[in-house]
């Protein structure tokens, strides 16, 4: 394993961790501003901080770069939008866990999609992550609801997103272009939703709200998704969703300790299962980074 893969992984965890730390922080913020509305100013942030960063740049976006940034950009227009409403009926750990479940989804899709072969072993993966779903959500651990799942939905495009990226960072796309066209789609589906179906005059500006929008748009967006945009370049999908599984874990951590939430002990459990099935999973890939 080169220094440039090892270097990709860590940037992978960075994000990981940003975004773990985020789903409270979001649950809260959404008591202020209905999902729509708030992926409107969280992207909008996030896109305006890409174009300074671009600057004259911008003008050098290619085709490559503007048809992938349409289709990764509405990917991750659906994943926010699943997660934030989502986020509203369910717990922040336990939206962290399911949205995990991602790593999974990019295996069996890249199969589905005829896009690569997976390894036999993956199978048996995929049913001990479904055990510990079931731990996760029956009665035991708090039920199934509506917003576990709306997550599930957002699990399975945030796995479509990751398939996509890395089919398009594979042509060799710019990687701040690639971000600035992305959220600039995620910012507009998501304003032209929020004029459809939400009102913006009950939105409270409150401290936690512009905090929350400030975090997620500067760090969980515009240096989170570069980050792992970048680190695609380098890793493949399945490594990079394996990564992605480290997620609940900081989220839990964070939930449980900074936020008061009591997961239970089936809920522990299940997550636990979650996470050590597809942390397995990195044992039967046949192939952990482009440059192996």
């Not at 999902?35 to 901080?49: C, Y």
């Not at 060799?172 to 998501?190: E, G, H, I, M």
């Not at 490594?239 to 989220?251: N, Y």
Request: hydrophobic share 55%; net charge neutral.
């Amino acid at each position: 394993m080169n220094s440039y893969s090892l270097i990709a992984q860590f940037g992978m965890i960075i994000t990981t961790m940003i975004w773990g730390i985020t789903f409270v922080m979001v649950k809260d913020a959404l008591n202020d501003a209905p999902p729509f509305i708030f992926a409107t100013l969280r992207f909008g942030l996030a896109f305006i901080l890409g174009l300074l960063y671009l600057n004259y740049k911008i003008k050098y976006i290619n085709k490559i770069e503007f048809s992938g940034g349409l289709i990764c950009g509405f990917l991750l227009f659906c994943g926010y939008g699943f997660q934030n409403f989502g986020l509203i009926l369910t717990t922040p750990s336990k939206s962290a866990f399911i949205t995990s479940v991602s790593v999974i989804f990019v295996p069996i899709l890249l199969v589905l999609l005829r896009l690569q072969k997976v390894a036999n072993q993956i199978w048996l993966i995929v049913i001990f992550t479904t055990l510990g779903l079931y731990i996760l959500l029956n009665p035991m651990g708090g039920g199934v609801n509506l917003g576990d799942i709306l997550t599930f939905g957002c699990a399975l495009s945030f796995a479509l997103h990751v398939i996509y990226q890395d089919i398009y960072v594979n042509q060799k796309v710019d990687v701040t272009r690639f971000f600035t066209v992305q959220v600039f789609f995620v910012f507009l589906f998501s304003f032209l939703s929020s004029l459809i179906f939400e009102d913006y005059s009950i939105v409270i500006f409150s401290q936690r709200l512009l905090i929350a929008i400030l975090v997620t748009g500067a760090l969980a967006t515009f240096i989170a998704i570069i980050l792992m945009i970048w680190a695609q370049t380098i890793l493949s999908a399945t490594r990079t969703a394996i990564l992605l599984s480290l997620e609940p874990v900081f989220a839990a951590l964070f939930s449980v300790f900074f936020a008061g939430e009591i997961l239970g002990f089936y809920g522990w459990l299940g997550g636990l299962i979650i996470v050590l099935s597809v942390m397995c999973s990195s044992f039967v890939l046949p192939e952990s980074n482009k440059n192996s």
